[in-house]
């Protein structure tokens, strides 16, 4: 979907058009519900902290800037609802039981195939939340560095050392 048609569409919710919203969710709720599962482990979390995202996004929509794109403005509140999710469960243990189909890619990049495995997944789960939630944006949901560093409110080239570091975390989980 395009920043205009988002645009547009945002303009009808705010007008008291609330079907309108439905198009965003249907357009968006892949996407958050993949980020959420990958970072959890966990189905129903995920689908709470999706259907979360989409409340929180339609009480604030009045903050959203339509000059930039929704999906950014979405993700950074699933993100910073994940975030939360971690500290207010004092990072229970995530679940280790992740589903291989629900990684499945179908142009992957090199290191998304690497990512997507089973075992990487469950090293991926063993990262602390930044690095994790990095790798997920990067290789799984291949946003650029410029989207993350959007998302994140951090700088480019510390979303891009975050990211390298991460990608170093990982070697050495491998080779323990």
């Not at 929509?61 to 999710?85: C, E, G, M, Q, S």
């Not at 998304?112 to 090293?123: D, G, P, R, V």
């Not at 602390?128 to 410029?146: A, G, N, P, T």
């Amino acid at each position: 979907m395009d920043q205009k048609l988002e645009a547009e569409i945002v303009a009808k919710i705010l007008k008291g058009d609330r079907q309108a919203y439905a198009l965003l969710v249907e357009e968006y709720k892949s996407p958050i519900y993949n980020l959420a599962y990958r970072m959890t482990g966990n189905a129903e979390d995920a689908e709470d902290l999706t259907q979360e995202t989409f409340i929180r996004a339609y009480q604030y929509l009045w903050r959203y800037d339509p000059r930039k794109k929704f999906f950014t403005w979405l993700y950074t509140i699933a993100v910073n609802l994940i975030k939360n999710h971690f500290k207010k469960n004092k990072k229970e243990k995530l679940s280790e039981e992740l589903s291989a189909s629900s990684l499945i890619d179908n142009n992957p990049s090199p290191e998304a195939k690497l990512i997507e495995t089973q075992e990487i997944s469950t090293y991926l789960l063993r990262l602390k939340d930044d690095l994790r939630v990095l790798l997920i944006m990067k290789y799984m949901q291949e946003l650029s560095f410029e989207e993350i560093a959007r998302i994140t409110g951090k700088s480019l080239s510390a979303v891009k050392m975050r990211i390298y570091r991460g990608l170093e975390k990982m070697k050495e989980l491998l080779k323990e």
